[in-house]
Structures are given as C-alpha cells and as structure tokens.
C-alpha cells in the first residue's frame, strides 16, 4: 500500500510552486503597494525619487524603525511583544552622545558596540522576567518603556546632544551613500538578511516559531521555551540599542524623547508585514517591508495633498487593516480546508 | 496482588508494578500494574475513572508515581518531564495531538532536531525526503509541506506515529485513538500499527472499543477503580468477561432506576443538521423518561446537546420546549424556557474552577437572587447553603474554590447550579465521568429521583453498564445520526454496540 | 434544621457549611486590595512628615484635580482587565473628544452640546473596539493599539497645529471650582457618583458577577448563558464614554483643545489598575483597590514634585511598581499553587479524568 508522497519533484515545477507561493505571500502583496505608493507620489513630484536627496530620504529615514520593527518582529512571532524599545532607543542614542562628547577620540566601533550592549542588557531585563517570572509582555514592557524613559530623562537633565558635538565621520554615516545606497540603510540591510537567515534557517530561529504557534505544545515537545524566549528580547533590546546609534548619526541632534512612540511604529511595521499579533508565522522581510511601507506613505501623503497631521490616523488605518484582512483570510483558509477535509 | 502474565515469557519492554498515585485526597491509583512486550499490541481497559489516563500520563512523565515500581528495558526509570520519557525511546499518541498549527508537517516532526549541514544550516532536503521515506514507511499519503492547521485528528495522528518512529521509539502508547476516526481511518491506523509491532516495537492501545480491541490487540489487561484486575490473551476471553471485570457486579442491580410516572413530550427535536457534525436528529424526551443517547466517543453527542443548549449553532432542524420553539444558539432563551445542560468538561465547560462553590453553585439563578437588582452575598451563600445540603456536597465552606474539590463534589455542584433553575429538561453529558464509586451512586439516585418528580432527563454517557441501568429509551448515535431507538427491555450491550458501530440500515437488517 | 436529601429523599440533618473558609479580619487584611490601601496611608504619612508644604490643602486640591481623568478611566478599564482584555485606545479617545469639543465649540455650539457630541464620539469609538474584538474576534491588544493610532491621528489631523483655547469662563472656573470652603474640588464628586455606579455594577449586580466569570474562564460562562460578546461590548463603550469625559474634563480644566492632549495617559491607568491589585490574567480585582493604587501613584507623583523630584524620577517609579506589583502577583499565585497541590509535580487535574 506504499504510494508516494506528492506533489512531484522535478524543479521546473518546484519552481513553479516557489513562484506561486511567493506571489501568494503577504510580503508581495505589501511589496506591490509599496511600489504602488512610491509610483503614485512620483507622478505627482518626480523629486520624490528623481532627486538626490528623495532618492537618498526614501531608503534612510524608514532604516531605523526597519531595524526595530525586524527585532520586534523577533519578539511578537514567540507571542510576546516588546513595547520598551523606543525608551530603548532614547536610552542608546544618548549614550552614543555622551560617549562621543565625553570620550574623546573614542574609535566609533566601540560605539556601535556599546550601543548594541546597552541594548541587549535593557533586553535581557525585559527577557528575564517575561521568560522566569512567567508575566506577560504586555505588561512588563509597558513598565519598562516608562522605567527607561525616565533614566533616560533623569540622565539627560535639560542637556541635548548636538550635532555639532559629533564627530564629523560619525555624522557622516548617517548621510553618506555608497553606490546611491545610505551607509545606514546598507547596515540595516545586513542585519535584516542575517535575522531572515537565522529564522528560517537555523533550529533556535524555528523553534521561536514553534513557541508562538502553541507555546504548550512547544514544552511538551521539549523545547527550551524560556532560553529562547529570552535571546528573543536581548535581540530585539540589541537592534534597538543598534538603531540608536543610528539615530544620533542620522540627526546629530537627540534630546530626551528620541525615540518616544516609535514602539508604535514598530509593532505596526510588523503587523502590517503579516507578522501575526498571536505568534508562530510572519517574517522579519514583511516586518521590513511594512516599515518601509508605513513610512513610505508617510512622507508620500504630504505630496499627495493629505497634510502630514494624518499621519497617525494612516499607521491605525493601516494596522486595522492589517489585522482585520489576517483574520478574515484565517478563516475562509480554516473553512476551506475543513471542507476540503469533509469531502 | 501481582499479575499473573500469560503474555509471551520474555522480559517486557516497559513494566508497571503497583504503582500507586493519588492527588490529595483523590486516589487515581491503588494498584497498577502493566507489562508491555516486545512485538505485541497490549490493549488496556477500563471504565472511566479505572485510572487508565493516570498510567499513562506515568508511563509518559507528566505525572510522578508516590509508589511502585517503574521499569524500561529492565531499568528503573524516574521521568520528571515528558522530554525525559520522550529520550528514553516512549511516545504517547493522544486523542487530542498537540502540533504546532502554523508550521508544516515536516517541521513539526523534526522540531528542535533538524538535521543539519554547514553552518548549522537545516538541511531542509534532507528533512523532506526523511519524512517522506517515514509516510512511505507507514504507508501513507501526506503532503510534507502542508501546514498543519486544519489537518484531520486522522493525519495529525499519523504525523505523531511518524515522529515517534524518526524518535525511534521502543514503546508507542496510543491513548483511546479511535475517538474521531471514521472507519476507513481505523483500518489505516490498524495496519500502521501492526507494522510497528512487527518491527520489534511494544504498543499500548487504550480504548472503549471492544471490536477494535479484539481486532487489534494481541493481550488485554482490565482495570477498575485504579486497581489492576486481570491480564489475558485476546484469544482466550470474549467481550462478556472483560465487561463484567470492568464493572465488578451485576449489571441488572446496580443502579436504582425508580419506575416513574412518563407524561408528554417535553423536548422535541426534529431534523436538527449541522454539516459535519450531526445529520438529521429527530427524538423525542417526555417528562419522567431517561433517554440515553449512547455511542463511542465521538459520535457526535454532545454536540447534539450543545446545539440543543445553544451554545453551538445548527444548520436547519428545529428544537421545541413544552411546545415553545426555542431560538438558534442562544442559551439564555433555551435557560430561560427550562432547560439545563451539564456539559461533559466539568473543568472547563461547567465550573469556574477559580471562583467558589457559592458563586458556581449561584451562577445560572444571579438574576433571581437579585433585590432591586442588586445581589448580595448573603442571598447567594443561602441558596449555595440549600442546594449543597441537599445534594450533600461534602466542603468546608462556601466559598471554597471549586476547584480544590473532588471530581465528584464539582459534579454535584455543577447539579445544585442548574437544579436551582428548576428546570423541565436536564440534559446531563457524561453525568459520572472521573468520578468515585460512592458519588456515582448518588448522582445516579439523583437522576432516578429527577424523572420520578416529573423532569425529562436526557443523559448522555459512554459507559454501558449506566446507560443500560439508567435508561427508558435508549438512543444510539454513530457520526451524527441516530441509528436505533431501544426501549429499556430490549436493550443490551449487544444491541447497543450493533447500533454504534454500524448503520441504520445495517442495524436493522 | 433538617432538609431534604435531593439524593436519598429522607430528610437528614442539614450539613453545616461555613460561610468563609477564613474569618473576617483575615479576608479584609490579607488581601491585594489591603496591601495597597495601607501602601497609601503608608505614603501619605511619611509625605504628610517629610515633605514641606504636602500636607496643605492645596495640595490634595491639585493632586486630585490631576488625578481625576486617570480615576475616571480607571473605572471602566478595571472591568476591562478583570475580562482579560485591555483598551489601549483611551487616551487617545480623550484626545479625541478634547478636539470634538474645541471645534464645536469654536464653530458656535454652546459648551453642553459640544459635550454631548463629543461623549456620543467617544460611545462611537468604544464601540469600533467592541465590534472589532467581539463580532470580528481579534485580539484586544492588536486593535486597541491601532485604534491609539486611529483615534490620536484623527485628533491631531483634525486640528492639525493649532488649538482651541476660547472656552466659556463659567465651566472653566466650574470645572476648577471647590466645594464650598474646603479644598475639595466640585468635580470630584462626578468621580465619586461613577464610582459608586460601577462598584455597584461590579462587585453587586449579575452582570458584574458574569464579568469575573468570564474573566476567569469565558466557554464556562458561555455553558452558564452568560453573553460574553454582549459584555466585553457593552465594557468597551463604557470605557469609550468615560474617556471623553475624562477628555472633556481635561480640556476645560487647562482650558486648551489640542489634539495631543493627555497622549501616553493609558499608561498611568493600566498601571494605577494593576497596581490596584487588578490581575492582569482576568478574573480577579476590586475597585476599592483601584481607587487606591491611583491615589498612590498620584500621591507619590504629587509628594515627590513638591519634593523637587522631576517628573522623570517619578516615572522610573511608576513604571518599577508596576513591573514589581505584576510580578508579585505571579510569584504569589506560584507560592498557591504550590500550597495547594501537594502531589504531582506538574499541574495535574484532581481526578482521572479517563
């Protein structure tokens, strides 16, 4: 009674296969609007991309939240959620500050790697009692975001970090390109296709998936639900560190609200990209796109005729859509392969 | 007492001695035993309540056993979690699979041990063409790269079996797996298995079925009231033998249905349809009559109930109550026109286990309790205090949690809430399950007492021996259609078996 | 007293059940809600003796006038939690309705009607939340956080930069009024009537009853004939309504219409909530509690301005009670759960449940 498993293996049709899935993704499909918004605003003002700096802007400024929205991207997919990381931000960026000011000559990759440390610790805390103390995200992270922005505040005092204290290579990161590609966007390239590897790749990056999808099952089944979920928030605390650093050599100038709401931004991207708010499907490449997205039409309604004022009613907008389209889609997929089941 | 084996003289793969487990004051185990061997299907049977679900939450490390001895392979095992089990070569198939929903059918079989190439990369090819060798293995046609969310219990089973063979597992524990199949799915289920069993491997079938049993299985133990009983070879018993050990006295003696006074109809249902669930549903229940409605587990009963109820929706049919139409999927109005369900998921479905007996007990009659539409704790602990007493629930206090209470004193609260309502239709879904003798006994006489004051009853239950003590009418159930109407003197195991494993027209040829 | 026997039909003895398995003083002290109560006295005390000018009049005159909107909300958010979901949205639905009233108002409608417009868009707003989570079922926690960004966008892009600030003199002094001599402010006594309204609702009628049920297990209450979607909805638009009172209050009082008035205000209630004793699991808390973990905050927030604090330090503490009061009541709830299960170590159900 053997009979061989389909569907067929030749790669012609494989290829075939890969092809339909992908323009079945969620990721095409936000893909597509993102072109679609970049064509719309470019007809109405070829500078939106035709110019130097359109061209340059519209890959640089959606590059920090892109980090934060991969690293929470991260988070949410093990059914937890991260809502410190703009106070984390805030924290980071001012470190970058104080350290260029207050260590002279400092070389700037010990910046980058402060920055990313200081992250990873602020992570580890927020890991440590969402994965020991067994409370949920939501809440911890709620306290966090608070806890950090006021040592942030508490630390800044009515200082400011100004663009003039930088070093001028620093700054020059945040601005210069390399083939017409901003040095920051290529940065937040590398560790989306490092993230994307790893979850799709490697055992640890799957089982996060596992642990979201039925966090029971993921104990019966033996996995080391705490350890991961832990690495989980040092990483996603880690991106947000690193996109503060970025921040301080994009704008020069930080004060102590940098940062302050882009949580929103970030869980948005990541809904918007199909990261699903319960965990176990979604990718880091959606949670990219979709903070591109966001922020692409951001900037594009201005062009349009829209004042920028609408700009948050746009992020609800769209993350209502978001979840009231993965929803419907859920259930009409659930109806269909019980009928398919039944036939 | 020890066993006695006439099971094949080699050592056993997995050994069970006198293992004993209790949980607080609830004993689930006295004295269990079991051996399992190599190349052998061994079936394991009992009521519910014998302690079945105990050995095997045992046998796969959930549970630590207070005493008794424990051996694999010769060696004694202490599991302190199901990882620990999973290591030392057993896996347990539930009735209920626990895969992850959003992943493929290859991952969940490899999950947390994919095999690798460089890097640490998943060889993903290889894992596919592993897991398509292990479905060719058992024989089976299964799309690797589906998800499976949505997938029949049928191939989620089989994905669990295949991960327990990629695990190669010397002990393969199958927990009452029949449930939801349908009898294609049986056969195919079968055949998998008697291909493990050639291959060296010692499985453990746990059902109410007894065909199954006697098709399957090779030696069959029987279990009552978490004590072992008695262990032999399929070919040297019957059906009859294995019943009476599994209840332990008469059958005829042991519950005391009053004669009751049988009036009008109360509820009538008619040609209630929910695609997939149930087909066609006409009966009826008059005032003083018990009708079972009988089955294997998974017939489609209970959702019958809770779409009587409301809680679930049907297609097309009608409900009608004392002669009042009830309205689709709204339990207030069915409550409201005097019906009452005790679901079958006493833990989930008929307590907040959290919250105390007062409140449980108060839950369905707030509205009444009320004083200018406030309620007051004194209102509700009077009832609670009335009701309790009455059905002698044995609690220290009222506002206890329910869930620190034995199963048979949740029951009982679960009765004094919807009793309280005064209701004209009980419909009671597994009135006894996980319950002990002596509380058994009480709720059967409760129910008896019920019909004797003039309520209709319609009790569902997977338990022979109280079906046919219990019931006026028997009505038995197989994948959602009624295949008989037994009346009390013409009811058997026999005839209710026929009934639940064939169908109408088979029945009645 | 004799009773009968449902089971044996004779009349026996009735079995003695006590009311409560412990006595009073244990039940009212050993408690959540006790516990912040006397944090509260406790701060009050020490502020009372440490602080300069704390224990003035004025003081509480303007602690509670800053601590109003976040009672205000408290109120519908408790029951909100207490079912297990969360309503992120309702400071931006103060904002919103902070903008409603300032363009009517500005637009020629008296203060009372621009009021009732702006409550009836605040009913309006709860109600997309309890449409989206209970018809259309999704998460609580996902809509709300884009209805924060709806709500607070449609706020900011309807008045864009500008703000409204020409408000009838009368309710601005009425909403700054004191009660006769004291120092208690009028408005105070909108707060005490709502609450007394909803600690009626939660703690002494059925729905309030049907509320705890489903927060701590919803198919339960469901088999009972609770109605869970008609609840959580009708929860939502309460919290809706209280928010643009609360935002209306908050307007007149400092007089200004801006569409990011009171941004980041859920923050302070979610953790006043919690702090109350509320679980964030569902199922367990007490108003009185609340009122007292809002007390608190705004207590500490009050004694440490005047202590020279800055507001930053307060809000590492605001956030740090609130990371510690969570994670203590997990650690409690393990200590009963471990108590309570002796055997098996893992959670197993009382029974076999074969």
Same mark, same amino acid.
């Given at each position: 009674?053997?009979?061989?498993?389909?569907?067929?293996?030749?790669?012609?049709?494989?290829?075939?296969?890969?092809?339909?899935?992908?323009?079945?993704?969620?990721?095409?499909?936000?893909?597509?609007?993102?072109?679609?918004?970049?064509?719309?605003?470019?007809?109405?003002?070829?500078?939106?991309?035709?110019?130097?700096?359109?061209?340059?802007?519209?890959?640089?400024?959606?590059?920090?939240?892109?980090?934060?929205?991969?690293?929470?991207?991260?988070?949410?997919?093990?059914?937890?959620?991260?809502?410190?990381?703009?106070?984390?931000?805030?924290?980071?960026?001012?470190?970058?500050?104080?350290?260029?000011?207050?260590?002279?000559?400092?070389?700037?990759?010990?910046?980058?790697?402060?920055?990313?440390?200081?992250?990873?610790?602020?992570?580890?805390?927020?890991?440590?009692?969402?994965?020991?103390?067994? &409370?949920?995200?939501?809440?911890?992270?709620?306290?966090?975001?608070?806890?950090?922005?006021?040592?942030? &505040?508490?630390?800044?005092?009515?200082?400011?970090?100004?663009?003039? @204290?930088?070093?001028?290579?620093?700054?020059?990161?945040?601005?210069?390109?390399?083939?017409?590609?901003?040095?920051?966007?290529?940065?937040?390239?590398?560790?989306?296709? &490092?993230?994307?590897?790893?979850?799709?790749?490697?055992?640890?990056?799957?089982?996060?998936?596992?642990?979201?999808? @039925?966090?029971?099952?993921?104990?019966?089944?033996?996995?080391?639900?705490?350890?991961?979920?832990?690495?989980?928030?040092?990483?996603?605390?880690?991106?947000?560190?690193?996109?503060?650093?970025?921040?301080?050599?994009?704008?020069?100038?930080?004060?102590?609200?940098?940062?302050?709401?882009?949580?929103? @931004?970030?869980?948005?991207?990541?809904?918007?990209?199909?990261?699903?708010?319960?965990?176990?499907?979604?990718?880091?490449?959606?949670?990219?796109?979709?903070?591109?997205?966001?922020?692409?039409?951001?900037?594009?309604?201005?062009?349009?005729?829209?004042? @920028?004022?609408?700009?948050?009613?746009?992020?609800?907008?769209?993350?209502?859509?978001?979840?009231?389209?993965?929803?419907?889609?859920?259930?009409?997929?659930?109806?269909?392969?019980?009928?398919?089941?039944?036939? | 007492?020890?066993?006695?084996?006439?099971?094949?003289?080699?050592?056993?793969?997995?050994?069970?001695?006198?293992?004993?487990?209790?949980?607080?004051?609830?004993?689930?185990?006295?004295?269990?035993?079991?051996?399992?061997?190599?190349?052998?299907?061994?079936?394991?049977?009992?009521?519910?309540?014998?302690?079945?679900?105990?050995?095997?939450?045992?046998?796969?490390?959930?549970?630590?056993?207070?005493?008794?001895?424990?051996?694999?392979?010769?060696?004694?095992?202490?599991?302190?979690?199901?990882?620990?089990?999973?290591?030392?070569?057993?896996?347990?198939?539930? =009735?209920?699979?626990?895969?992850?929903?959003?992943?493929?059918?290859?991952?969940?079989?490899?999950?947390?041990? =994919?095999?690798?190439?460089?890097?640490?990369?998943?060889?993903?090819?290889?894992?596919?063409?592993?897991?398509?060798?292990?479905?060719? +293995?058992?024989?089976?046609?299964?799309?690797?790269?589906?998800?499976?969310?949505?997938?029949?219990?049928?191939?989620?089973?089989?994905?669990?079996?295949?991960?327990?063979?990629?695990?190669?597992?010397?002990?393969?524990?199958?927990?009452?797996?029949?449930?939801?199949?349908?009898?294609?799915?049986?056969?195919?289920?079968?055949?998998?298995?008697?291909?493990?069993?050639?291959?060296?491997?010692?499985?453990?079938?746990?059902?109410?079925?007894?065909?199954?049993?006697?098709?399957?299985?090779?030696?069959?133990?029987?279990?009552?009231?978490?004590?072992?009983?008695?262990?032999?070879?399929?070919?040297?018993?019957?059906?009859?033998?294995?019943? +009476?050990?599994?209840?332990?006295?008469?059958?005829?003696?042991?519950?005391?249905?009053?004669?009751?006074?049988?009036?009008?109809?109360?509820?009538?249902?008619?040609?209630?349809?929910?695609?997939?669930?149930?087909?066609?549903?006409?009966?009826?229940?008059?005032?003083?009559?018990?009708?079972?409605?009988?089955?294997?587990?998974?017939?489609? +009963?209970?959702?019958?109930?809770?779409?009587?109820?409301?809680?679930?929706?049907?297609?097309?049919?009608?409900?009608?109550?004392?002669?009042?139409?009830?309205?689709?999927?709204?339990?207030?109005?069915?409550?409201?026109?005097?019906?009452?369900?005790?679901?079958?998921?006493?833990?989930?479905?008929?307590?907040?286990?959290?919250?105390?007996?007062?409140?449980?007990?108060?839950?369905?009659?707030?509205?009444?309790?009320?004083?200018?539409?406030?309620?007051?704790?004194?209102?509700?602990?009077?009832?609670?205090?009335?009701?309790?007493?009455?059905?002698?629930?044995?609690?220290?206090?009222?506002?206890?949690?329910?869930?620190?209470?034995?199963?048979?004193?949740?029951?009982?609260?679960?009765?004094?809430?919807?009793?309280?309502?005064?209701?004209?239709?009980?419909?009671?879904?597994?009135?006894? +399950?996980?319950?002990?003798?002596?509380?058994?006994?009480?709720?059967?006489?409760?129910?008896?007492?019920?019909?004797?004051?003039?309520?209709?009853?319609?009790?569902?239950?997977?338990?022979?021996?109280?079906?046919?003590?219990?019931?006026?009418?028997?009505?038995?159930?197989?994948?959602?259609?009624?295949?008989?109407?037994?009346?009390?003197?013409?009811?058997?195991?026999?005839?209710?078996?026929?009934?639940?494993?064939?169908?109408? =027209?088979?029945?009645?040829? | 007293?004799?009773?009968?026997?449902?089971?044996?039909?004779?009349?026996?003895?009735?079995?003695?059940?006590?009311?409560?398995?412990?006595?009073?003083?244990?039940?009212?002290?050993?408690?959540?809600?006790?516990?912040?109560?006397?944090?509260?006295?406790?701060?009050?005390?020490?502020?009372?003796?440490?602080?300069?000018?704390?224990?003035?009049?004025?003081?509480?005159?303007?602690?509670?006038?800053?601590?109003?909107?976040?009672?205000?909300?408290?109120?519908?958010?408790?029951?909100?939690?207490?079912?297990?979901?969360?309503?992120?949205?309702?400071?931006?639905?103060?904002?919103?309705?902070?903008?409603?009233?300032?363009?009517?108002?500005?637009?020629?409608?008296?203060?009372?009607?621009?009021?009732?417009?702006?409550?009836?868009?605040?009913?309006?707003?709860?109600?997309?939340?309890?449409?989206?989570?209970?018809?259309?079922?999704?998460?609580?926690?996902?809509?709300?956080?884009?209805?924060?960004?709806?709500?607070?966008?449609?706020?900011?892009?309807?008045?864009?930069?500008?703000?409204?600030?020409?408000?009838?003199?009368?309710?601005?002094?009425?909403?700054?009024?004191?009660?006769?001599?004291?120092?208690?402010?009028?408005?105070?006594?909108?707060?005490?009537?709502?609450?007394?309204?909803?600690?009626?609702?939660?703690?002494?009628?059925?729905?309030?009853?049907?509320?705890?049920?489903?927060?701590?297990?919803?198919?339960?209450?469901?088999?009972?004939?609770?109605?869970?979607?008609?609840?959580?909805?009708?929860?939502?638009?309460?919290?809706?309504?209280?928010?643009?009172?609360?935002?209306?209050?908050?307007?007149?009082?400092?007089?200004?219409?801006?569409?990011?008035?009171?941004?980041?205000?859920?923050?302070?209630?979610?953790?006043?909530?919690?702090?109350?004793?509320?679980?964030?699991?569902?199922?367990?808390?007490?108003?009185?509690?609340?009122?007292?973990?809002?007390?608190?905050?705004?207590?500490?927030?009050?004694?440490?301005?005047?202590?020279?604090?800055?507001?930053?330090?307060?809000?590492?503490?605001?956030?740090?009670?609130?990371?510690?009061?969570?994670?203590?009541?997990?650690?409690?709830?393990?200590?009963?759960?471990?108590?309570?299960?002796?055997?098996?170590?893992?959670?197993?159900?009382?029974?076999?449940?074969?």
């Amino acid at each position: 009674m053997t009979t061989t498993t389909q569907p067929s293996t030749t790669t012609g049709s494989r290829l075939l296969q890969g092809l339909g899935s992908f323009a079945r993704a969620r990721e095409t499909a936000i893909l597509l609007a993102l072109v679609i918004v970049i064509a719309i605003a470019t007809i109405k003002n070829p500078n939106f991309v035709f110019s130097n700096d359109g061209f340059r802007n519209l890959l640089l400024t959606p590059s920090i939240i892109m980090l934060m929205a991969v690293g929470q991207a991260v988070v949410i997919i093990t059914r937890n959620v991260d809502l410190s990381v703009g106070s984390t931000l805030g924290l980071t960026a001012y470190l970058t500050g104080r350290l260029f000011i207050d260590v002279p000559g400092i070389p700037i990759i010990v910046v980058f790697i402060a920055g990313i440390a200081l992250g990873a610790f602020l992570g580890l805390i927020n890991g440590a009692l969402i994965a020991f103390a067994k &409370v949920p995200a939501l809440v911890i992270t709620l306290g966090t975001l608070y806890a950090y922005r006021g040592i942030n &505040v508490l630390w800044t005092g009515s200082d400011r970090i100004n663009a003039s @204290d930088m070093p001028k290579p620093f700054l020059a990161l945040g601005t210069q390109t390399i083939l017409y590609i901003p040095i920051l966007t290529i940065i937040a390239v590398i560790v989306l296709i &490092v993230a994307g590897w790893y979850l799709r790749n490697i055992r640890g990056g799957r089982e996060l998936y596992a642990i979201g999808s @039925d966090p029971a099952a993921a104990n019966l089944y033996g996995l080391k639900v705490t350890q991961r979920v832990l690495v989980a928030f040092v990483v996603c605390g880690a991106l947000a560190g690193l996109a503060g650093v970025l921040y301080t050599a994009r704008y020069g100038t930080v004060n102590s609200q940098a940062g302050a709401g882009y949580e929103l @931004d970030a869980v948005g991207a990541a809904v918007i990209g199909g990261v699903a708010i319960f965990g176990g499907s979604g990718t880091v490449w959606g949670a990219a796109i979709g903070a591109y997205l966001l922020l692409t039409i951001n900037r594009a309604l201005p062009i349009l005729g829209v004042q @920028d004022f609408w700009q948050r009613a746009v992020v609800g907008i769209l993350i209502i859509g978001a979840i009231v389209l993965d929803r419907v889609l859920a259930v009409r997929t659930a109806r269909k392969l019980v009928e398919a089941r039944d036939k | 007492m020890s066993i006695t084996p006439t099971a094949p003289a080699s050592a056993p793969t997995l050994e069970l001695r006198e293992i004993a487990k209790a949980f607080g004051a609830v004993i689930a185990l006295s004295n269990g035993s079991l051996q399992l061997h190599a190349n052998s299907i061994h079936a394991l049977v009992g009521e519910n309540g014998a302690g079945k679900s105990t050995i095997v939450k045992i046998i796969a490390g959930l549970y630590q056993r207070d005493s008794g001895d424990f051996t694999l392979e010769g060696e004694t095992v202490n599991f302190m979690s199901t990882a620990e089990s999973k290591a030392a070569g057993i896996a347990v198939i539930y =009735q209920e699979p626990t895969l992850f929903p959003d992943l493929s059918v290859v991952e969940n079989i490899f999950m947390g041990r =994919q095999p690798t190439k460089s890097l640490g990369r998943i060889d993903r090819k290889l894992m596919r063409s592993e897991a398509v060798a292990l479905f060719d +293995r058992l024989g089976v046609k299964m799309d690797p790269d589906r998800q499976t969310l949505g997938l029949s219990i049928a191939d989620q089973q089989l994905i669990e079996i295949a991960k327990a063979i990629s695990l190669d597992a010397k002990v393969l524990v199958m927990d009452e797996p029949t449930a939801a199949l349908s009898g294609v799915e049986v056969e195919r289920l079968f055949a998998v298995a008697r291909s493990l069993r050639d291959e060296g491997r010692a499985i453990l079938f746990i059902s109410h079925r007894f065909d199954e049993v006697f098709d399957l299985c090779d030696t069959v133990t029987v279990m009552r009231d978490g004590e072992y009983i008695a262990t032999s070879q399929i070919a040297d018993t019957n059906v009859d033998e294995i019943v +009476r050990r599994m209840v332990g006295r008469d059958v005829t003696t042991l519950f005391p249905k009053e004669e009751a006074e049988i009036g009008d109809d109360v509820l009538v249902v008619e040609g209630l349809t929910e695609a997939g669930v149930f087909h066609d549903v006409n009966f009826t229940v008059k005032s003083g009559e018990i009708v079972a409605l009988a089955g294997l587990v998974g017939a489609g +009963r209970s959702e019958i109930a809770r779409a009587i109820f409301g809680v679930d929706p049907y297609s097309s049919g009608s409900v009608t109550l004392n002669g009042k139409k009830l309205p689709k999927k709204n339990p207030t109005a069915a409550m409201n026109s005097g019906l009452a369900l005790v679901p079958e998921d006493r833990r989930k479905q008929g307590l907040v286990l959290e919250t105390s007996v007062a409140r449980n007990s108060t839950m369905a009659i707030r509205k009444s309790l009320t004083r200018f539409g406030l309620l007051f704790s004194p209102a509700e602990n009077a009832s609670s205090r009335e009701w309790s007493s009455r059905l002698e629930v044995k609690t220290a206090a009222l506002d206890t949690e329910a869930g620190t209470l034995s199963g048979g004193n949740q029951q009982k609260v679960v009765l004094a809430k919807w009793l309280a309502r005064n209701p004209s239709v009980l419909i009671i879904d597994e009135p006894t +399950r996980g319950i002990d003798v002596g509380t058994k006994a009480e709720v059967h006489r409760l129910l008896s007492q019920l019909a004797g004051k003039g309520m209709a009853v319609l009790m569902i239950s997977s338990e022979l021996p109280e079906v046919l003590g219990m019931a006026d009418r028997v009505l038995v159930v197989r994948e959602g259609r009624i295949t008989a109407d037994i009346a009390r003197a013409d009811a058997t195991a026999e005839s209710v078996m026929l009934a639940a494993t064939h169908t109408a =027209q088979e029945v009645v040829r | 007293m004799t009773t009968e026997s449902v089971i044996t039909g004779n009349k026996t003895t009735a079995r003695t059940y006590k009311d409560y398995g412990r006595p009073l003083w244990r039940r009212l002290l050993v408690s959540r809600e006790a516990a912040v109560i006397g944090a509260l006295i406790l701060v009050l005390i020490v502020s009372n003796s440490t602080v300069r000018n704390f224990g003035t009049p004025i003081t509480f005159y303007y602690l509670l006038l800053d601590v109003l909107p976040i009672l205000l909300i408290a109120l519908p958010m408790t029951l909100i939690i207490i079912t297990g979901e969360i309503d992120l949205s309702v400071a931006s639905t103060m904002g919103l309705s902070s903008v409603v009233l300032g363009i009517l108002h500005q637009g020629g409608l008296p203060i009372e009607q621009a009021a009732l417009v702006a409550l009836v868009v605040g009913a309006v707003a709860g109600a997309i939340n309890g449409f989206l989570i209970t018809v259309v079922g999704l998460p609580s926690l996902a809509v709300t956080i884009g209805t924060l960004a709806l709500y607070r966008g449609l706020a900011v892009g309807i008045l864009g930069t500008t703000a409204v600030t020409d408000f009838t003199k009368s309710w601005k002094d009425f909403v700054k009024s004191k009660i006769g001599d004291s120092s208690i402010p009028t408005v105070i006594l909108i707060f005490i009537v709502l609450a007394i309204i909803f600690i009626i609702l939660l703690h002494f009628t059925p729905f309030g009853r049907g509320v705890f049920a489903l927060g701590l297990n919803d198919e339960a209450a469901k088999f009972s004939g609770i109605n869970v979607e008609r609840t959580k909805f009708i929860l939502f638009v309460l919290s809706g309504v209280i928010s643009a009172l609360a935002g209306i209050y908050y307007t007149l009082r400092f007089g200004t219409a801006r569409g990011d008035n009171a941004t980041g205000l859920e923050l302070s209630v979610i953790a006043a909530v919690l702090l109350g004793g509320v679980s964030i699991f569902g199922g367990r808390g007490a108003l009185p509690g609340v009122i007292a973990g809002v007390l608190l905050i705004g207590t500490l927030g009050s004694a440490l301005r005047l202590a020279s604090v800055t507001s930053d330090v307060i809000n590492i503490i605001t956030g740090t009670l609130l990371v510690l009061s969570v994670v203590s009541t997990s650690f409690l709830a393990w200590l009963h759960k471990k108590r309570t299960k002796p055997g098996g170590k893992k959670t197993g159900s009382p029974a076999a449940k074969s």
